[in-house]
């Protein structure tokens, strides 16, 4: 593997600088110009965004479903749902439906165009976990930044790895090991299931820093509840655990989230033809709002805040130093997945921002501990 990414997780310093939680954080100061805005509520979508697998939009008239696995312009959802999920033709209230309820599926949508990296980004987005039709939900959804001088049209593994790292199925020798995305940079996982906080399936393989849970793969996941960062990757080398919410730094479980609320939201049915306006109303409580920001350069932090709509705003749940070297322009995208166990999982209402205004050549400086 290349020793550049060993050096990333290393030069960390802790493979947890946890940040602390629990206290409400204002919007960044003087946010630059805006670069994508994408609402994902109407019948058709940006066309710089690449569907794959699952991902549609329930803002259009439902129809087939995509087939599993394969790129695609973003369209209508399947016309057999699973799970509590929003009504189709719904625009302007529809959302990107990454995942229905229905087992092994998966979900991906990726923004293949460049955007700048060295004035930092500020992305916000509204997401949804819920709906599962099994004992319990899973897996999750990433974010993820990729190298922008690579074309951006092909998820990770999925499963425990979300879409963005490497995966070797199970851990089994004799398994097909299945690459992370390309040009990996910075995975986000808001992580239901909690597989990926662990180093199970091969997951990080090459890292010379490890996560805490170990390399075994665990049932159950090591990691419920849990945000985790994962850093540059290629291939099936890399994406090397940076931090994660969780305060437990040692081999020893369990390791328990120090999120200020749950990533999961209760909502377990929706009543047969239900308007688009009702269903919006249904889903409000259930939605989380994700910020994230790469700080300008030279020495860029990130920092990951969430409002639960619990009416405590922004809280701030993650912040560390962004791997090295940062790569001259970001591409980015968000996946979600089932397995045998399953989860309604949406995506709205995405802002993507330089942090730095216009014209603002200074560096930022680091935010107060």
Known sequence: MRHGLIRVAASIGAVLAVASTGHAVAAPAGPGPVLVDEPFTRATADSRFIGYGAACLTG????????????????????????????????????????????????????????????????????????????????????FLTDGARSLHTPGAFGGSLGYAQKLPGGRSDAHFVPGVGGGYLGLGFDVLGEYFGDGERRGNGCERRSPAGTEFRVPAPGPNIVTARGPGNGIDGYCLLDATTSNRSATGPWTSSLP???????????ARVTAKKAESLLEPVKRVVRVVVTPAPNPMVTVDIDFQDDEGFQRVLRFPAPQPVPAAYRFGFAASTGPLTDVQLIRKVVLRAQRPAGDEESSESEDE
């Open 60 to 143: 259009a008239t439902r129809g087939n479903a995509p087939q599993e696995g394969a790129n695609h312009a973003l369209s209508g959802c399947r016309r057999d749902p699973a799970g509590p999920v929003p009504p189709g033709g719904a625009a302007p209230r529809g959302y990107l439906q990454l995942t229905d309820a229905h087992p092994e599926v998966t979900g991906a949508v990726m923004f293949d165009s460049p955007v700048p990296a060295r004035d930092g980004l500020e992305v916000t987005f509204e997401q949804w976990q819920y709906g599962n039709t099994t004992r319990a939900p899973a897996d999750g959804i990433s974010f």
């Open 261 to 271: 609320g749950r990533l999961h939201g209760d909502l377990r049915a929706m009543p």
